[in-house]
C-alpha cells in the first residue's frame, strides 16, 4: 500500500448529517443566521438544507438524539463540518449574521490558503465558515508541499467587507 496516495480524481465529499436534539431549532439556526435554504422537512425527524438547487448539502435528523445533548468534550466524534464560501464579502456577511443573531465565534484563523472562523450550532456542533484564496495564492514549502499556517484573522474587515458588499 502507498505511503502517499495520489487520491481519486473528481471524488469529493458531497453532504454532512448531522444529529440534533430539536429539528425547528437546528432548521431555524442553519437557515436564518448560516445563510441555508430548507430543501425538504421530513415531520420532526429530519431535515436537507442545500447553500443552492443542490438536493442537500446538509442533512438534520432527531432520529436517535432527540431532545438530547452535546457528547461531552474530550470523546470522539465529529470535531467540525466546514461549510465553503465563495468569497470573502460572502463569508463576511454569514459572520455579521451569526455575530447578530448573538453566536459567538470560538475561533479565526488565516491559513494561507484559506480564511476561516469557528463557532458551535446550537447543539454544540462544531462549524467552520471559511473563504478559500484563489490556488495562485497558495505558497509551497521547498519540497513542494503545501504550506498552511495559523495566523491572526482580522474578522471585523471580514464583515465590513461583507455589508460594503451588500
Request: aromatic content about 8%; hydrophobic content about 35%.
Amino acid at each position: 500500500m502507498s505511503t502517499d496516495p495520489q487520491g481519486i480524481p473528481g471524488a469529493t465529499i458531497g453532504h454532512g448529517h448531522l444529529m440534533v436534539a430539536d429539528l425547528d431549532r437546528a432548521i431555524t439556526f442553519y437557515r436564518d443566521v448560516i445563510g441555508m435554504r430548507l430543501v425538504r422537512e421530513y415531520g420532526d425527524q429530519a431535515a436537507f438544507m442545500s447553500f443552492d438547487d443542490y438536493h442537500h448539502h446538509l442533512g438534520l435528523n432527531t432520529w436517535n438524539s432527540k431532545g438530547g445533548t452535546p457528547p461531552p468534550k474530550g470523546h470522539t466524534g465529529l470535531f467540525h463540518l466546514a461549510l465553503l464560501f465563495p468569497d470573502r464579502a460572502t463569508l463576511g456577511q454569514a459572520i455579521d449574521r451569526v455575530q447578530s443573531a448573538g453566536y459567538g465565534l470560538t475561533g479565526a484563523a488565516d491559513h494561507g490558503v484559506s480564511e476561516a472562523v469557528y463557532l458551535d450550532d446550537p447543539d454544540g456542533n462544531g462549524l467552520e465558515l471559511y473563504c478559500d484564496r484563489p490556488p495562485s495564492e497558495w505558497e509551497t514549502e521547498e519540497d513542494g508541499r503545501l504550506k498552511m499556517v495559523n495566523e491572526p484573522l482580522d474578522v471585523a474587515a471580514l464583515v465590513a467587507e461583507g455589508r460594503a458588499a451588500l
